[in-house]
């Protein structure tokens, strides 16, 4: 198995994009699938996990973008990985899907899910902001045409879920955020049913591989995407939690082990082991943190002092 990964992947870069791929790939299982939308989705919090699992969740419907590998995936109900505006530019879903669970008339309601995983957590720009467009975007693409007779109330509940890994500082590991419209009456009160205007939510988590999550599904969720747990002790670990470990969960374990090993190897080769860069940069924030000049820090990390400078922009964008 790893001559034929070795013998595929040209770069460390191109072995980085077929680990992110196949990461999405194994959390587009039902069984983690469920486990997200019974903790986080508030909707399913008192159904079994089996129901969840083989009833409510639309499996024709999961349709996963698998950058480096395979490129815009669509499944056979019509849900996309991509979607397109003419004044926009396109962007392109790591996992979504729909699900369903039932009303109180009787019916189903359903909800689209949009489950994305976020390696750099410095980006420049403010998380909760990118899964709003996300959701946003996903809304207003249930409806292919917009007139007076448009009828908004066919418009199904977004939720767009991001795991945050890699360099999540500790202090702010191992949590989860959930920002949803809520209606507020300034003058007077109006009855309004939430599922009339609470359309997009919005779900951050947040691991890294420092801290250990009291959350069962965080914890599995921070297993599931060590790129340091080798992948025997990730397989008893999954089943532990109650993963069972079918073909595709023992399939998909393998490769993204195989490929972080060889990622490894190569990084290890070359001087750019991730793990130490990880290090020193978070040595490095916690060093701006206290002030404490570039000049210094870029000698006590051995990093240059461009670099720390653009993670101080990081920071202060962070922390404003």
């Not at 008192?46 to 995936?73: F, Q």
Request: with cysteine.
């Amino acid at each position: 198995m790893m001559s034929e990964i070795s013998n595929t992947i040209l770069s460390t870069e191109e072995g980085k994009e077929k680990y992110d791929a196949t990461l999405k790939e194994l959390l587009a299982n039902k069984q983690f699938l469920s486990r997200i939308l019974k903790r986080f989705v508030s909707e399913f919090t008192g159904y079994p996990l089996e129901d969840i699992e083989k009833k409510y969740i639309e499996a024709d419907s999961i349709s996963v973008s698998k950058t480096g590998v395979e490129r815009n995936r669509t499944n056979i109900d019509g849900i996309s990985n991509e979607d397109k505006t003419l004044n926009e530019g396109n962007i392109y879903y790591d996992i979504i899907f729909r699900a369903y669970y039932p009303g109180k008339d009787g019916g189903y309601i359903g909800l689209y899910i949009n489950l994305e995983m976020q390696n750099a957590y410095y980006t420049g720009y403010d998380m909760e902001a990118r899964g709003v467009y996300y959701a946003a975007r996903r809304l207003s693409s249930q409806l292919k045409r917009i007139n007076k007779d448009t009828d908004y109330r066919c418009l199904e509940k977004v939720y767009s879920i991001w795991i945050c890994m890699g360099d999540v500082p500790d202090y702010e590991a191992s949590t989860a955020t959930l920002y949803r419209t809520e209606k507020c009456d300034m003058i007077g009160t109006v009855e309004r049913r939430p599922e009339q205007y609470d359309l997009i939510n919005v779900v951050i988590l947040r691991i890294n591989d420092r801290k250990d999550p009291e959350d069962a599904v965080l914890r599995l969720l921070q297993v599931v995407c060590s790129d340091l747990i080798k992948k025997a002790d990730k397989l008893a670990l999954l089943q532990s939690y109650g993963i069972r470990l079918d073909d595709g969960v023992k399939g998909g374990v393998e490769r993204l082990c195989n490929i972080s090993d060889l990622i490894e190897a190569r990084g290890e080769a070359r001087g750019e082991a991730r793990g130490d860069a990880r290090a020193k940069k978070r040595i490095a924030i916690e060093m701006l943190r206290d002030d404490i000049p570039y000049e210094k820090i870029a000698r006590y990390t051995q990093t240059s002092i461009a670099t720390i400078e653009q993670w101080g922009k990081e920071l202060l964008i962070t922390t404003h």
